[in-house]
């Protein structure tokens, strides 16, 4: 779902929230999702962003008119500076509401209603009208233990018919500001995750979400777009791809105005493996409303996941790739910075594992804080890194796990460690605690440090690939 809505702000100027918002049903008529939200075109309130976990409920009301419901909850930060984030944000933590009516056209619902968002001891307290597009996206999965097996004659061509190819990449991105105007006027380096999918043998969209590890650690964006491939020689390919959307952070550091962000960038990909790629990229960054102009250039790592038999797949039938996505609630308790002990903080948080074997995996972390940390709200943490697990005999249902993670928090590079058990409630579900480390160093020299305590509810399933 795309929604779109103008909140009031008490006693200042507006900000316009775009959000996207991924569901899952779970019953008829009622599924559970995440999303993020960002400012575009009003305020100057560049890098404010929220992430969410919510439920939602639909009913048919008659013909192709349909009723929608929605509550989320979750923690965001911004402002134009840090201490107006305090004013603007409070404790960084919010709850919102949707009621709406849709109508269904050419496999959209599109419509508009009433949203609420109120966050915590905050200017933000508002309700107003929004409209929104619903986009249908499905997927064929199969049973995570099938993981490896080849899928069966029919299953093959029905894969084969019905679903395309997509791309899960990780990378590290470098913005170098030109005629900077804000306080900070060095190097950007960020973490990347972005994933594709692609609508035609060589058309695809995509959503990408990036987080700054050095330079300006407290740096976000999440943008969404289309791409094109061509294919150039056996191992190699050159992508084209244009993404829109919001990011930055507070307009007297790095300004791009109200948020709204452009990025037209080309990457050229060799091919490791059949299913594994490196890609040199190159782009450039510019934020319309604002003055930040950034060329960049960066490093990609992409797994291919294909299904159908395109000119690049082997004829023989494609194989079940297990997948494993997480949401996580996370305490760090013991927290120091510069030595001085300070209130526990809590977070929500997603992660996804891409299995590398049946005992080695490679997870992905995103987690925000829905409390204030150093009496500012924004804290942020993304991860990636590697995991090992015990192997799990039919029947048995507790499973060791650790994992090893370098990534960044606000203060710049940090590094995670966690080991803990899962129990496997069914074949789809299981649940897990885990127990952990964080250390992290900002460029002046001060140290974050906290042991932290993990809850996790996982999903799992099986997709096609070959």
Not at 63 to 83: D, K, N, T
Not at 104 to 124: H, N, P, Q
Not at 278 to 307: C, D, E, F, I, W
Not at 340 to 368: C, F, I, K, N, T
Request: one cysteine or more; aromatic letters at 10%; hydrophobic letters at 40%.
């Amino acid at each position: 779902m795309l929604d779109y809505q103008t909140v009031r702000v008490e006693g200042d100027r507006a900000i316009d929230l775009a959000a996207l918002q991924l569901y899952a049903p779970v019953t008829e008529g009622l599924s559970v999702g995440a999303g993020l939200m960002g400012p575009l075109v009003s305020g100057q309130y560049c890098g404010f962003m929220g992430a969410s976990v919510g439920v939602q409920g639909r009913v048919r009301l008659g013909g192709r008119f349909v009723g929608l419901a929605a509550l989320s909850a979750g923690g965001g930060a911004g402002g134009r500076s840090p201490e107006h984030a305090k004013r603007l944000s409070g404790t960084g933590s919010f709850v919102r509401g949707q009621l709406g009516l849709g109508y269904e056209v050419g496999g959209l619902t599109i419509g508009a209603g009433i949203s609420t968002i109120k966050f915590r001891k905050s200017l933000i307290d508002s309700s107003q009208l929004n409209a929104f597009v619903e986009i249908p996206f499905s997927y064929l999965s199969g049973p995570y233990a099938a993981r490896g097996e080849a899928l069966s004659k029919p299953d093959d061509e029905r894969a084969a018919r019905e679903m395309g190819e997509t791309l899960l990449s990780v990378s590290l991105d470098n913005y170098r500001q030109l005629r900077a105007v804000g306080s900070y006027t060095g190097t950007v380096r960020t973490g990347e995750f972005q994933f594709s999918h692609f609508l035609s043998p060589d058309l695809y969209w995509f959503a990408n979400f990036a987080s700054a590890y050095a330079g300006l650690p407290t740096y976000n964006q999440l943008l969404g777009g289309l791409g094109w491939r061509w294919r150039v020689a056996p191992s190699w390919r050159l992508y084209a791809q244009l993404g829109v959307g919001s990011g930055g952070y507070a307009p007297e550091q790095i300004d791009t105005g109200p948020g709204l962000l452009v990025y037209p960038k080309l990457l050229a990909e060799y091919s490791l493996t059949k299913d594994l790629g490196l890609a040199v990229t190159a782009g450039y960054l510019t934020a319309p409303k604002g003055s930040s102009r950034n060329p960049t250039y960066g490093l990609t790592l992409t797994r291919h996941l294909r299904a159908g038999q395109g000119r690049d797949d082997a004829p023989a039938p494609a194989t079940y790739q297990g997948l494993r996505v997480t949401l996580l609630h996370q305490s760090d308790t013991q927290l120091r910075y510069r030595d001085v002990a300070h209130p526990a903080l809590h977070m929500l948080g997603l992660q996804l594992d891409l299995p590398l074997s049946e005992r080695w995996y490679l997870p992905v972390q995103a987690s925000a804080a829905y409390t204030s940390y150093l009496g500012y709200p924004g804290y942020a943490e993304v991860f990636a890194g590697l995991g090992v697990q015990t192997l799990v005999a039919r029947g048995e249902r507790l499973q060791w796990f650790g994992q090893l993670m370098g990534g960044a928090n606000v203060h710049g590079k940090s590094g995670k460690l966690n080991a803990g058990l899962r129990y496997l409630v069914d074949e789809r579900l299981a649940t897990s605690l885990s127990l952990g480390r964080i250390d992290a160093k900002s460029p002046s020299g001060g140290r974050y440090s906290a042991n932290n305590v993990v809850l996790g509810l996982d999903y799992r399933f099986a997709i096609p690939t070959r």
